[in-house]
Structure formats: structure tokens, C-alpha cells
T-cell receptor, first 112, second 112 residues
Framework: KQEVTQIPAALSVPEGENLVLNCSFT??????LQWFRQDPGKGLTSLLL?????REQTSGRLNASLDKSSGRSTLYIAASQPGDSATYLC???????????FGKGTKLSVKP | ETGVTQTPRHLVMGMTNKKSLKCEQH?????MYWYKQSAKKPLELMFV???????ENNSVPSRFSPECPNSSHLFLHLHTLQPEDSALYLC???????????FGEGSRLTVL
């Protein structure tokens, strides 16, 4: 059974730091992997989608990588800002039945 | 309007009420989803529809009844709910199953 783990569960950093959020999974037979951010009480905003055949995607200060062999994806945030404070979630998208598995998320706080 | 729209944004109901949550997507997608997000738990996939056919029912109690009249609209009918059903209910859509997900802002449900 596919399981998704996000470490750390919470992270607090000073503004300007570069940081890495981790997402690990147990079954490499995934289709795509997507990273989201969620602000309190709000819906999920898509950040990056990595298709199964890709190894990384970049958008602005964000870079996400995917290593299926090790069962790991990382989200790198460069030069963090207080506006980056949110919960970051990764989701595995797999199979013809729309199998979708979310991690519990990493709650990020960037202090000014 | 663009994206995924959910109404109402907030709903308070008694245990004997009947209410419905509505989701509408303006993205031309073929798959739609209902998720439940409770405090301190990962997102739970409830239902998946592809081309208006239900493809996943993730062991959801019958007091939750989905309806997908067309590829742009998804409803979640609520009847005889329990206080533990209080949560944020999120709707999402994707072009195809296992495709990139787009979420609505969610409907915050409180059952008294």
C-alpha cells in the first residue's frame, strides 16, 4: 500500500534562508507528483507538477525534484519570504483509477 | 469565472438537516473529486468522477451522496450527518485521471 510521508511536520526559519521540504513514498509506481501550498482555512494552490518521466520542475524561487528509485521528492525554496508561510503538501497521482494519496504536509513559518 | 468554484463557503447544519455542497469547474476538465480535510489528518479522498461516471468511492458513509450531472458540476448531498463530519470539504478537477489537480477554496461544514 502506498504511503506518503512529509518531513519535517513543521519548520520555522528566518527570512532569506534557503530550505528543503521532503516527501517520501513507498511505491515507485507513481504517475505524477504534485506540490501544493495551503493557507489556513483555504483551498490548495498548485505549485509544481512533476510528471513521472521528469526529474525536476522549476517555477520562480521553487524547484521540485523527483527520484522514483529512492522514493523521494524534494521542494526547494530559495530566499524564503514571510509570504511563503503556509502548509506545503505533496500528492502522488497514480493509476487509471485516479489513485491520489496526500502527505500530511509540512507547516512552514518564515519569520521576518 | 475561471478555475474551480465551491458554494457555499461556510455551512452550519443540524444533524437532521439535508443540505448540498456544489462545485463547478470552468477548466474543461473531465475528472472531478471530493476530498475531506479534518484537523490534523491528511486529505481524504471521498469520491472520484471521470466523464460523469463514478470511478472511486473510498468507503464513504451513505449519509454523503455525490452527484455529477455533467462534467462541469459536482454535488455532495448531505443527510443526517454527525458532528465528526465537521470538516473542510474540498473539490478538485483534472483534465484526466492522475492529471494535474486544481482545487476550489473549500466549503467549511459545521454539524451541530
Amino acid at each position: 500500500k502506498q504511503e506518503v510521508t512529509q518531513i519535517p511536520a513543521a519548520l520555522s526559519v528566518p527570512e532569506g534562508e534557503n530550505l528543503v521540504l521532503n516527501c517520501s513514498f513507498t511505491d515507485s509506481a507513481i504517475y505524477n507528483l504534485q506540490w501544493f501550498r495551503q493557507d489556513p482555512g483555504k483551498g490548495l494552490t498548485s505549485l509544481l507538477l512533476i510528471q513521472s518521466s521528469q526529474r525536476e520542475q522549476t517555477s520562480g524561487r521553487l524547484n521540485a525534484s523527483l527520484d522514483k528509485s529512492s522514493g523521494r521528492s524534494t521542494l526547494y525554496i530559495a530566499a524564503s519570504q514571510p509570504g511563503d508561510s503556509a502548509t506545503y503538501l505533496c500528492v502522488l497521482l497514480g493509476g487509471s483509477q485516479g489513485n491520489l494519496i496526500f502527505g500530511k504536509g509540512t507547516k512552514l513559518s518564515v519569520k521576518p | 469565472e475561471t478555475g474551480v468554484t465551491q458554494t457555499p463557503r461556510h455551512l452550519v447544519m443540524g444533524m437532521t438537516n439535508k443540505k448540498s455542497l456544489k462545485c463547478e469547474q470552468h477548466l474543461g476538465h473531465n475528472a472531478m473529486y471530493w476530498y475531506k480535510q479534518s484537523a490534523k489528518k491528511p486529505l481524504e479522498l471521498m469520491f472520484v468522477y471521470s466523464l460523469e461516471e463514478r470511478v472511486e468511492n473510498n468507503s464513504v458513509p451513505s449519509r454523503f451522496s455525490p452527484e455529477c450531472p455533467n462534467s462541469s458540476h459536482l454535488f455532495l448531498h448531505l443527510h443526517t450527518l454527525q458532528p465528526e463530519d465537521s470538516a473542510l470539504y474540498l473539490c478538485a478537477s483534472s483534465q484526466e485521471l492522475s492529471g494535474e489537480l486544481f482545487f476550489g477554496e473549500g466549503s467549511r461544514l459545521t454539524v451541530l
